[in-house]
């Protein structure tokens, strides 16, 4: 049974009141939307991912979804309405597929266990999703009064042994959710597809969903998010710190390269390949951290393959070996000694390729300038040093 899964990010929800659409803001280092296709990605149930994002997002997608696949993975861009997103979505899968899982972008932390149970569920019945018993009593409420005035009033007490919150993943197989597509391009609006698969008059199963399967939409939901986080994969004991050091002497005759950015200089430094220092030191440091060895191992000097090469590029390798591994990229934070040139105009962009080369946000990459207050080799500026520590946590 070939199923595809379709991570439906169209959406501008912006209600957590940032600049940032809610799906890509920042959860322990990496995007929310990035964790949720990881979860994906992890699950031995899916064969294939399409992601849909905003219109301009999808034109230019962040770089890690290009990255550490290990299936197809495709990009399309939503629609007006969530079930236009979802249709383009659906029309970006494969043909052969037998059954779509549809899931939210907002909940990172859906198990393995949970989508495995959705899709059996769905191969059964046809249409299946994840929903929460109630758990607390359910009021049916009134409202009365306009304005400042309004109140809410009880009309009814439901029973909630018959009452479920419906989340996500929602699967179907393609048949059912060719028939739902088609109810929902008769215009009718809903915030779910089961609702549209409902209408078709096809019977949804109910799958119990977990607490933990949060869709992270307010303040509040992403404060709890970093918490279980922290107690789930980041406590004492799980976390693993790597730390990298390199030296290149400063020569005529050579760019200037650091983070991938050529700084305007009389001096370069030295070495077989761009001599990129801040590269050299955090692929040291996020190797140590996953105890996968060394840079000199992975890439000599003495392998013409790797002469002349883009350090950027070496580091983009290491953090998949890293990956590989089994550890993600927490933070990584970084010493650049240097008498001269002043650095910090270029810290930003030196940020941004470290961060887009290990596929983490730039916010998890601090780069720092420091001078040797003129002392010793380094304060006489004959060469650079760079220090750098980085936070792994398993994956
Ligand atoms: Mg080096």
Redesign the pocket.
């Known amino acids: 049974m070939h199923v595809a899964a379709i991570i439906a990010a169209g959406g501008r929800g912006q209600r957590l009141g940032d600049a940032v659409p809610k799906q890509f803001l920042e959860l322990a280092g990496r995007s929310i939307l990035q964790r949720t296709v990881e979860a994906f990605e992890a699950s031995p149930d899916i064969h294939e991912i399409v992601v849909v994002l905003p219109a301009d997002t999808a034109a230019a997608p962040p770089a890690w979804l290009g990255q550490g696949a290990s299936k197809p993975r495709r990009v399309v861009a939503g629609g007006e309405r969530r079930q236009d997103s979802v249709a383009n979505g659906f029309a970006a899968v494969e043909a052969t597929a037998d059954l779509v899982v549809i899931h939210d972008a907002a909940r990172p932390f859906v198990s393995r266990d949970l989508i495995a149970r959705t899709i059996r569920a769905a191969a059964e019945a046809g249409a299946a999703i994840a929903a929460l018993p109630a758990r607390d009593t359910v009021k049916q409420g009134r409202r009365d009064g306009t304005g400042t005035t309004a109140a809410w009033t009880i009309d009814a007490t439901l029973p909630r042994e018959t009452i479920f919150l419906a989340q996500t993943p929602q699967a179907f197989r393609c048949e059912v959710l060719r028939a739902a597509m088609a109810v929902a391009r008769a215009g009718a609006d809903v915030t779910d597809e089961a609702a549209l698969a409902e209408r078709a008059g096809h019977p949804v199963r109910l799958v119990e969903g977990e607490a933990a399967n949060l869709k992270i939409t307010t303040r509040e939901d992403l404060a709890f998010a970093r918490g279980l986080l922290a107690s789930r994969d980041g406590g004492r004991g799980t976390m693993r710190v790597g730390t990298g050091y ?3 002497r400063l020569v005529e005759g050579r760019p200037l390269i650091l983070g991938g950015v050529t700084i305007p200089h009389t001096l370069g430094l030295a ?1 077989h ?1 761009d ?1 990129d ?1 801040i590269c ?1 030191a955090v692929t040291d440091a996020i190797l140590g951290g996953a105890g996968a060895g060394d ?1 000199g191992r992975h890439f000599p000097d003495s392998d013409p393959q790797w002469r002349g090469a883009s350090s950027l590029d070496l580091l983009a390798r290491a953090a998949a070996m890293v990956r590989e591994a089994g550890f993600g990229v927490e933070n990584v934070d970084v010493v650049v000694i240097a008498e001269r040139p002043k650095l910090a105009p270029h810290v930003p962009a030196m940020a941004a390729n470290v961060a887009r080369a290990i596929g983490i946000d730039a916010t998890a990459v601090s780069i720092k300038g420091k001078t040797n207050e003129g002392v010793g080799e380094l304060g006489r500026g004959e060469a650079i040093a760079v220090h750098a520590v980085a936070l792994l946590s398993p994956r």
Request: glycine letters at 12%; charged letters at 10%; hydrophobic letters at 45%.
């Open positions: 390199d030296l290149h070495g390949s001599a220092a050299h840079i």
